[in-house]
């Protein structure tokens, strides 16, 4: 019986934080003492402690496909009592700019058109948490997509077509599987791209993890010069979105009772 229970205590975890991407977490990461780490190709997860408190890391690669195979591996080896899944995201509305926090009230999946609500007591407590440290954020829904959506045109139309602030390429998956599994989880996106930023499409440049492929730019590049300009302002919108990101989790893992 004693071997039962620390074998079930070994497999909780009070919060579970999710991502695609390594840069969207790098800063919390680094901050973990991380007690153990569990490869799941191309997914990762890590279980540790920050400010002293408990918590899981995953971190999948892009996609549905990717982000739903690392989440369901993972949940039927842990039982979280709540998912946290963040990241980057481009806005579909001109009041969602640069770094703001976007906390998902729904998010629906566009070409299924399933709707998924956040559950009630986390979004609220998001919100108060943003209010108390005077964060940038917006409250809406977002459109999970299967592609970069790089013009402002096509932003701005699935922004209005689904009724929704910002675009991403993982929640609804996120959304599906916990609801499924009746976790309680909430959605906080950054904005990386404003609605009127129009993005060079570099999808075969990086790796499912974002990583960059050093032959893939420098070919992309020598084919597309213009979007070498382009480059620096990426690399600003993202320091600015994480650290958005970053300032949000710190809080929300310092607020865990």
């Keep these: ?61 892009v996609g549905v496909a990717r982000m739903k195979k ?3 591996q993972v949940l039927e080896q842990k039982k979280p009592t709540s998912i946290l899944h963040v990241g980057f995201c481009g806005s579909c ?11 998902g009230q729904g998010v629906v999946e566009e070409k299924s058109r399933c709707h998924f609500v956040s559950e009630t007591g986390l979004l609220e407590q998001a919100k108060k948490l943003c209010e ?4 940038s954020f917006q409250v809406g829904s977002i459109v999970t997509v299967d592609r970069i959506v790089s013009s402002p045109h096509e932003k701005a139309d699935l922004g209005a077509v689904h009724k929704t602030m910002a675009l991403d390429m993982e929640a609804a998956v996120v959304a599906e599987v916990a609801s499924q599994r009746k976790i309680p989880w909430v959605v906080v996106k950054s904005i990386l791209d404003p609605v009127d930023m129009e993005l060079p499409n570099l999808e075969d440049c990086v790796e499912p993890t974002g ?5 893939m730019v420098v070919e992309h590049l020598f084919r597309k010069p213009q979007d070498l300009m382009k480059l620096p302002n990426i690399q600003y919108c993202a320091s600015q979105a994480r650290r958005s990101l970053t300032e949000f989790m710190e809080a929300w893992v310092q607020n865990i009772s």
Excluded: W
Excluded at 10 to 33: F, G
């Design 70 to 72: 690392g989440l369901i």
């Design 132 to 135: 108390e440290k005077q964060f």
């Design 93 to 103: 509305s001109p009041v969602a700019g640069l770094g703001a926090l976007i906390l």
């Design 1 to 61: 019986m004693l071997g039962a229970m620390k074998h079930k205590a070994k497999n909780m975890s009070n919060l579970l934080i999710v991502a695609a991407l390594k840069d969207e977490v790098r800063p919390i990461k680094a901050e973990m003492t991380v007690d153990c780490t569990i490869h799941f190709k191309p997914a990762t997860f890590y279980q540790g402690k920050i400010f002293n408190k408990e918590i899981g890391l995953l971190i999948t690669g």
């Design 211 to 215: 990583e960059a492929r050093p032959l």
